[in-house]
């Protein structure tokens, strides 16, 4: 599996970004995919994560400001970050669990600016 994420960059706090991560390969009909962040020197953390079924699972701190949604018929999944706060920032990592195992996509670097 091939996953291919886009979107972020730079923000003013306040501000809202969406990525997106579209995956290839052999894919399930059943899976999970999601967001995880990774700042410095701290282990990577879910963000969101969404099943094919559109069963979603939150971070305390993201939930209500990061809606995950997925398009099934593209194999792929959408984070829509709003108000964002400069403790928002680090590097977004897209991944797909399937019953073969996970995988994971490049990151993508969030900033937001105070």
């Known amino acids: 599996v091939q996953l291919q994420a886009s979107g972020g960059g730079l923000v003013q706090a306040g501000g809202s970004l969406r990525l997106s991560c579209a995956a290839s390969?052999?894919?399930?009909?059943?899976?999970?995919m999601g967001w995880y962040r990774q700042i410095p020197e701290k282990q990577r953390e879910l963000v969101a994560s969404?099943?094919?079924?559109?069963?979603?699972n939150y971070a305390d701190s993201m939930k209500g400001r990061f809606p995950i949604s997925r398009d099934n018929a593209k194999n792929t999944v959408y984070l829509q970050m709003n108000s964002l706060k400069p403790e928002d920032s680090g590097v977004y990592y897209c991944?797909?669990?399937?019953?073969?195992?996970?995988?994971w996509g490049q990151g993508t670097q969030v900033t937001v600016s105070s």
């Open positions: 991944q797909m669990h399937q019953r073969t195992g996970i995988s």
């Open positions: 390969g052999s894919i399930f009909s059943i899976n999970i």
């Open positions: 969404i099943s094919t079924g559109g069963s979603t």
